[in-house]
């Protein structure tokens, strides 16, 4: 299967597979967000407020996210790649599990919690592989470092990339979003006329918009599934014995 011809899948991902890799939501009822407000940790006022609270509670979401490990579905969309198939993955989440999976075109549309960056320069960012951030870490320019995650209110730079490569897809796998949050929530719309797209979640059948095929499975479950097809038959299809 050369690069040119092989089928391209569009992976748009949220909050949901990362969940079964033991990573809270900030809508879970437990874990990191619990006694937090949105507002109090990861709004542009909040950091101004008391920067200090912020980074103490990323500095413990970064931990959360060393401890877990990519699941099934992570995993088999890194085996797809492997196959020769083009597999471009847009993801809500900050954790770095799709690329501990294997994935090597994985776009981050909120920012990545393994990095810091500048607060007077986004451009300028800096790895995190241990630790954490604390107030007094500086930039080459001499400014506190922040977390390297879109916060509520900020715009998402990487928008623009994501409507492109959504544009190119052959199929759109949607895992784990409900695409409620915009501007997430338009990405669908700059798919190709005809380009079929699956949603694979628990609660399909609230979350599927009109003309998007429905697998209701947990994505551990659901996605290694359609990715045996997929591998087994050289091709992107929606296979209706799995569609419910």
Known sequence: MTPQRAPHLVVLTG?????????QTFRADDGLWA?????EVATPEAWRRDPARVLAFYNARRDQVR???PNAAHKALAALERQGFRVSIVTQNIDDLH?????????????????ARSTVDRRMHY??????????????KGSQLRPDVVWFGEEVPHFGEACEIVGGADLVLVVGTSLAVMPAASLLQHAPLG?????????VEAL????????SQPAGKGVPALVRHWRREGRLWVPETLLG
Do not use: N, T, Y
Not at 127 to 140: A, F, K, N, S
Not at 195 to 203: G, T, Y
Not at 208 to 215: Q, S, T
């Open 15 to 23: 909050a949901g597979i990362s969940a079964e890799s033991g990573i």
């Open 35 to 39: 006694d937090h407000r949105v507002e």
């Open 67 to 69: 401890r877990a490990r």
């Open 99 to 115: 690329e501990r999976a294997g994935s090597r075109q994985v776009l981050h549309l909120h920012g990545e919690i393994l990095k």
């Open 127 to 140: 790895p995190l592989p241990r630790g954490g951030i604390e107030l007094g870490d500086i930039c080459d």
């Open 195 to 203: 380009a079929p797209c699956v949603l694979v979640d628990p609660e």
């Open 208 to 215: 599927a918009p009109p003309g998007v095929a429905r697998l």
